[in-house]
């Protein structure tokens, strides 16, 4: 349900300046003719106060380098644009004028051709453009031709490009877009143009709108608020979309933009209400009638009216206008017929008018309906072999032609006979029914033979069928009533494959099946004589490729039909200990072979140990239903004695509060039955016997541990936390892990024995200097050995020092002689470099302690006092690695001796 306001334009604040410039809003739209020939219509809507401008003709440019002059199809006859005949004022606009143009054009290809049309002027006066009554009017519509997708009619809209808003009010609108394709429409706002793709001059949004401000879906356009009186042009763009059945996939298939006005005043009265309208759904052929009614608060005179895409079919539907004070009903009445089924909904507008003498105003407000094709009637299930023939009356709606044809049907299975009703705009079968999909028919066929896609169904299962009628446009009909049947009995069935003995060479399983019935009228006949006989066939496994073989003295012979019986067997020599096997019965006839019952394995159980638990899962491959597990366990151990030890629906079963090292066995029976109440039930079946060893193998976490460096001290100081007081109970030592780098692998470096020692002090040793640069990481081992994963590692950096004077005295007394470093720790070595003031190198080393002593490396002969110059490269022990920091700096040499005695 949407809800728009609309207001009545009246002289009283509403008309703006007027001159020579005219035209306010309009679109272009285009109807399919035939093949590629399609008619183009513009509507414009004019400005007439104060301005004898008028439009006789237009011209519009096809998209496909072709173009033609199109005249004026409304207004008095003859074409005349003399101011008496200027087409048709509209009525809902005081000194506005509608004009409609129209030519046709055969296009000669396909492709996506963007229609256009360019006329001057606009009307003057709106604000979100500069000079808008020098700006030309243009619209543009998009028409795509594609051999893929049906030929396409664009979306015509149903409500006018004028509109009221009112200052401080939030201002809605909807352009009722109708589209007889029954396409998927798209709605988005765009700019406004003065020529193809070309943008108005100077348009923006008016103030609080933006693109976010229609919804895309519905085409609601919202704006809240208004904030000045004056008049505003704005576009709104309608896309079609098409759905392409065949891959479910939808193509764009056309567009209109429609450039709109919205007229901004000063507002008193309130719009009359109208009562809240549930959307709705409606079977084609069925009548739909409501009553809506509208009330005014100033008790003016109200006039009720409807509009929307149902008005627009055949039949079509009716609200006959009415009017009256205060409060107005009236009645909606449609009964749709087949044609106007289709995947979208309907939307139609009821308007309410209020006569109010200063400023009238009008209310909208919409619903959806949606017609949904009858479902398919008269439902039969017949078996027939291992297979089930579905058939069914078409529905209604099946003679549907034109856009939107009856394609084909959807048949539904589920293995129960279980009836489903639809909701009131539910169509098609939800998967939330049980229902699956077992086939597809095209129209008109109206049986469908299940055979579960060439595996046949099973025997005694109760299969139940809907049938779904769909469309080109991919809608769907009601699902049908259901109707249910089961295969005919003519072979035996297969009821128990049960293991007795647990053994890897001298295992037994129990197998069992129940005779056929009715194969004929009289089995015992000259077209299915007697005797007959049953072939217990096995094979090792469950899945797969599977290899039977007769199982040895399993054959059963009787001489007459009647001397059937259900019977079981006892294969033996098997290894049930690791292997499930798998059981058919095959019958016969004469020695002529008439069928076999379907496949069933035994119960498959497998098991995984853990710290303190076994888990339990099994599997089997049945053509019964199974519903319910019994978990048995030998107690005590190793005495053949089980008990019950729990149920579950599941395939799976955790048992706790085991003690590790133990041993402990199982077998788990399974509960189910055939849906065919005929056939015995329930059923019970058993696995073989699983015993298994708990054991630890869940580590304990990574305790959570800190890294503390000590620069001054040259340690690293490593702290965790004991596990087993929040994660385990029997965590018993700690592994203590470092690399010297971020790069590197960790490696162990210390085990900690007591569990409740939580620190380590670790000290590197880098090539002989010492490091506390490095990555740690702590790990704690429980006592089955299972170590905790290394989930967090912590790094920590040295502090490198390295400084250098900038004076010494190398003099000979023993005394500052040599230019060594301050105290510095954690650098690996230097690349010192040291020039005299013409930049000639005196002195250079790796050594981190330097130690020069003054004299030039070339000459060997003491440096004159003087100053000097460094350049060091200082390489430090960090952990990503070795970095290089670079000291630049000047030395003053000052040697005593050559100074003046005093």
């Given at each position: 349900?949407?809800?728009?306001?609309?207001?009545?334009?009246?002289?009283?604040?509403?008309?703006?300046?007027?001159?020579?410039?005219?035209?306010?809003?309009?679109?272009?739209?285009?109807?399919?003719?035939?093949?590629?020939?399609?008619?183009?219509?513009?509507?414009?809507?004019?400005?007439?106060?104060?301005?004898?401008?008028?439009?006789?003709?237009?011209?519009?440019?096809?998209?496909?380098?072709?173009?033609?002059?199109?005249?004026?199809?409304?207004?008095?006859?003859?074409?005349?644009?003399?101011?008496?005949?200027?087409?048709?004022?509209?009525?809902?606009?005081?000194?506005?004028?509608?004009?409609?143009?129209?030519?046709?054009?055969?296009?000669?290809?396909?492709?996506?051709?963007?229609?256009?049309?360019?006329?001057?002027?606009?009307?003057?006066?709106?604000?979100?453009?500069?000079?808008?009554?020098?700006?030309?009017?243009?619209?543009?519509?998009?028409?795509?031709?594609?051999?893929?997708?049906?030929?396409?009619?664009?979306?015509?809209?149903?409500?006018?490009?004028?509109?009221?808003?009112?200052?401080?009010?939030?201002?809605?609108?909807?352009?009722?877009?109708?589209?007889?394709?029954?396409?998927?429409?798209?709605?988005?706002?765009?700019?406004?143009?003065?020529?193809?793709?070309?943008?108005?001059?100077?348009?923006?949004?008016?103030?609080?709108?933006?693109?976010?401000?229609?919804?895309?879906?519905?085409?609601?356009?919202?704006?809240?608020?208004?904030?000045?009186?004056?008049?505003y042009n704005i576009a709104i763009v309608v896309e079609e979309w098409?759905?392409?059945?065949?891959?479910?996939?939808?193509?764009?298939?056309?567009?209109?933009?429609?450039?709109?006005?919205?007229?901004?005043?000063?507002?008193?009265?309130?719009?009359?209400?109208?009562?809240?309208?549930?959307?709705?759904?409606?079977?084609?052929?069925?009548?739909?009638?409501?009553n809506v009614t509208a009330s005014d608060a100033e008790a003016n005179?109200?006039?009720?009216?409807?509009?929307?895409?149902?008005?627009?079919?055949?039949?079509?539907?009716?609200?006959?206008?009415?009017?009256?004070?205060?409060?107005?009903?009236?009645?909606?009445?449609?009964?749709?017929?087949?044609?106007?089924?289709?995947?979208?909904?309907?939307?139609?507008?009821?308007?309410?008018?209020?006569?109010?003498?200063?400023?009238?105003?009008?209310?909208?407000?919409?619903?959806?309906?949606?017609?949904?094709?009858?479902?398919?009637?008269?439902?039969?299930?017949?078996?027939?072999?291992?297979?089930?023939?579905?058939?069914?009356?078409?529905?209604?709606?099946?003679?549907?032609?034109?856009?939107?044809?009856?394609?084909?049907?959807?048949?539904?299975?589920?293995?129960?006979?279980?009836?489903?009703?639809?909701?009131?705009?539910?169509?098609?079968?939800?998967?939330?029914?049980?229902?699956?999909?077992?086939?597809?028919?095209?129209?008109?066929?109206?049986?469908?033979?299940?055979?579960?896609?060439?595996?046949?169904?099973?025997?005694?299962?109760?299969?139940?069928?809907?049938?779904?009628?769909?469309?080109?446009?991919?809608?769907?009909?009601?699902?049908?009533?259901?109707?249910?049947?089961?295969?005919?009995?003519?072979?035996?069935?297969?009821?128990?494959?049960?293991?007795?003995?647990?053994?890897?060479?001298?295992?037994?399983?129990?197998?069992?099946?129940?005779?056929?019935?009715?194969?004929?009228?009289?089995?015992?006949?000259?077209?299915?004589?007697?005797?007959?006989?049953?072939?217990?066939?096995?094979?090792?496994?469950?899945?797969?490729?599977?290899?039977?073989?007769?199982?040895?003295?399993?054959?059963?012979?009787?001489?007459?039909?009647?001397?059937?019986?259900?019977?079981?067997?006892?294969?033996?020599?098997?290894?049930?200990?690791?292997?499930?096997?798998?059981?058919?019965?095959?019958?016969?006839?004469?020695?002529?072979?008439?069928?076999?019952?379907?496949?069933?394995?035994?119960?498959?159980?497998?098991?995984?140990?853990?710290?303190?638990?076994?888990?339990?899962?099994?599997?089997?491959?049945?053509?019964?239903?199974?519903?319910?597990?019994?978990?048995?366990?030998?107690?005590?151990?190793?005495?053949?004695?089980?008990?019950?030890?729990?149920?579950?629906?599941?395939?799976?079963?955790?048992?706790?509060?085991?003690?590790?090292?133990?041993?402990?066995?199982?077998?788990?029976?399974?509960?189910?039955?055939?849906?065919?109440?005929?056939?015995?039930?329930?059923?019970?079946?058993?696995?073989?016997?699983?015993?298994?060893?708990?054991?630890?193998?869940?580590?304990?976490?990574?305790?959570t541990f800190t890294v503390t460096p000590d620069c001054a001290g040259?340690?690293?100081?490593?702290?965790?936390?004991?596990?087993?007081?929040?994660?385990?109970?029997?965590?018993?030592?700690?592994?203590?892990?470092?690399?010297?780098?971020?790069?590197?692998?960790?490696?162990?470096?210390?085990?900690?024995?007591?569990?409740?020692?939580?620190?380590?002090?670790?000290?590197?040793?880098?090539?002989?200097?010492?490091?506390?640069?490095?990555?740690?990481?702590?790990?704690?081992?429980?006592?089955?050995?299972?170590?905790?994963?290394?989930?967090?590692?912590?790094?920590?950096?040295?502090?490198?020092?390295?400084?250098?004077?900038?004076?010494?005295?190398?003099?000979?007394?023993?005394?500052?002689?040599?230019?060594?470093?301050?105290?510095?720790?954690?650098?690996?070595?230097?690349?010192?470099?040291?020039?005299?003031?013409?930049?000639?190198?005196?002195?250079?080393?790796?050594?981190?302690?330097?130690?020069?002593?003054?004299?030039?490396?070339?000459?060997?002969?003491?440096?004159?006092?003087?100053?000097?110059?460094?350049?060091?490269?200082?390489?430090?022990?960090?952990?990503?690695?070795?970095?290089?920091?670079?000291?630049?700096?000047?030395?003053?040499?000052?040697?005593?001796?050559?100074?003046?005695?005093?």
């Open positions: 349900m949407k809800k728009f306001l609309l207001f009545l334009f009246v002289m009283c604040g509403c008309i703006f300046n007027a001159q020579a410039s005219h035209l306010k809003a309009g679109e272009i739209t285009y109807t399919h003719l035939a093949g590629k020939k399609y008619k183009i219509t513009v509507t414009t809507y004019s400005n007439t106060l104060g301005t004898t401008t008028d439009d006789c003709e237009v011209k519009v440019r096809f998209g496909d380098g072709d173009s033609a002059i199109a005249p004026r199809s409304n207004g008095s006859a003859g074409g005349s644009c003399s101011p008496a005949l200027m087409g048709v004022m509209f009525t809902s606009v005081p000194y506005t004028k509608l004009n409609i143009y129209e030519t046709e054009h055969l296009y000669k290809g396909d492709g996506i051709f963007h229609i256009t049309c360019t006329i001057e002027n606009r009307n003057s006066g709106i604000c979100n453009m500069n000079t808008s009554g020098f700006m030309p009017f243009s619209l543009r519509t998009d028409l795509v031709i594609n051999p893929f997708l049906s030929s396409n009619t664009s979306s015509v809209l149903l409500n006018p490009p004028l509109d009221l808003a009112c200052v401080g009010q939030c201002f809605e609108h909807n352009p009722q877009a109708y589209d007889i394709n029954g396409d998927s429409l798209y709605y988005y706002l765009d700019t406004c143009y003065m020529a193809p793709g070309v943008r108005v001059d100077g348009w923006d949004y008016p103030p609080n709108m933006g693109p976010a401000s229609i919804d895309h879906s519905t085409g609601d356009l919202r704006w809240c608020s208004p904030t000045t009186i004056c008049a098409k759905l392409l059945l065949t891959t479910h996939t939808r193509y764009f298939a056309g567009s209109v933009l429609r450039d709109m006005q919205i007229e901004v005043a000063s507002c008193m009265n309130t719009p009359p209400a109208i009562s809240s309208i549930p959307d709705t759904c409606i079977v084609a052929g069925t009548a739909l009638n409501f005179n109200i006039t009720l009216s409807a509009s929307g895409g149902p008005f627009l079919l055949s039949p079509a539907a009716s609200f006959p206008t009415v009017s009256a004070i205060s409060t107005v009903t009236g009645t909606f009445s449609w009964t749709p017929g087949c044609s106007a089924v289709q995947l979208l909904p309907y939307l139609v507008t009821f308007k309410s008018e209020d006569s109010d003498p200063t400023l009238p105003l009008v209310n909208y407000e919409s619903m959806f309906i949606t017609v949904v094709a009858p479902a398919p009637t008269a439902l039969t299930a017949t078996p027939s072999g291992a297979s089930i023939i579905v058939g069914w009356s078409p529905p209604a709606c099946a003679a549907t032609g034109g856009s939107n044809p009856l394609k084909g049907y959807y048949i539904y299975r589920k293995e129960s006979c279980d009836p489903w009703v639809h909701s009131l705009c539910e169509t098609g079968v939800p998967a939330y029914t049980g229902y699956t999909l077992a086939g597809t028919v095209n129209a008109p066929a109206n049986t469908f033979t299940d055979n579960n896609g060439g595996l046949g169904l099973l025997h005694g299962i109760d299969y139940s069928y809907m049938v779904v009628a769909y469309y080109s446009d991919g809608s769907q009909s009601y699902a049908s009533g259901n109707v249910c049947a089961h295969l005919v009995r003519d072979v035996p069935i297969i009821t128990n494959v049960s293991v007795l003995s647990t053994s890897s060479t001298t295992g037994s399983i129990w197998t069992h099946w129940v005779k056929p019935l009715g194969i004929m009228p009289n089995l015992d006949t000259a077209a299915n004589p007697g005797p007959y006989e049953y072939r217990l066939m096995q094979a090792a496994g469950q899945t797969g490729t599977l290899s039977f073989a007769p199982v040895p003295g399993a054959s059963y012979t009787y001489p007459a039909y009647w001397q059937l019986t259900d019977t079981g067997f006892v294969a033996t020599g098997l290894n049930t200990q690791s292997s499930a096997y798998t059981y058919r019965v095959d019958f016969y006839s004469n020695g002529i072979f008439k069928g076999s019952t379907h496949t069933a394995s035994s119960v498959l159980l497998s098991s995984s140990p853990s710290d303190n638990k076994v888990t339990l899962t099994w599997n089997e491959v049945v053509p019964w239903i199974n519903d319910e597990y019994f978990i048995y366990k030998e107690v005590p151990s190793g005495s053949s004695t089980f008990i019950l030890l729990d149920s579950t629906l599941t395939h799976a079963y955790v048992d706790t509060g085991l003690v590790n090292g133990a041993t402990y066995c199982y077998k788990v029976q399974s509960r189910g039955q055939y849906s065919d109440t005929a056939l015995p039930r329930p059923l019970y079946n058993t696995s073989q016997v699983k015993c298994e060893t708990p054991v630890d193998l869940v580590p304990p976490c990574q305790p040259m340690q690293d100081v490593i702290s965790w936390t004991n596990p087993n007081t929040y994660c385990s109970d029997d965590a018993v030592k700690y592994i203590i892990y470092f690399a010297r780098t971020t790069e590197e692998a960790l490696i162990p470096i210390a085990t900690i024995t007591d569990i409740n020692t939580t620190s380590f002090i670790h000290l590197d040793n880098y090539e002989g200097i010492p490091s506390i640069a490095g990555c740690y990481a702590v790990t704690a081992v429980d006592s089955f050995g299972n170590e905790s994963p290394v989930v967090t590692k912590l790094c920590v950096d040295n502090c490198p020092v390295y400084e250098l004077p900038n004076v010494f005295t190398p003099n000979g007394d023993n005394v500052n002689d040599l230019f060594t470093p301050l105290p510095y720790r954690y650098v690996k070595d230097v690349d010192i470099k040291i020039y005299d003031r013409w930049g000639l190198l005196m002195f250079e080393t790796t050594n981190p302690d330097v130690r020069w002593d003054g004299t030039s490396r070339d000459s060997k002969q003491q440096c004159p006092d003087g100053t000097y110059f460094y350049l060091c490269t200082v390489n430090e022990i960090r952990v990503e690695g070795i970095k290089p920091r670079v000291l630049k700096g000047f030395i003053q040499l000052i040697n005593t001796k050559t100074l003046p005695n005093r």
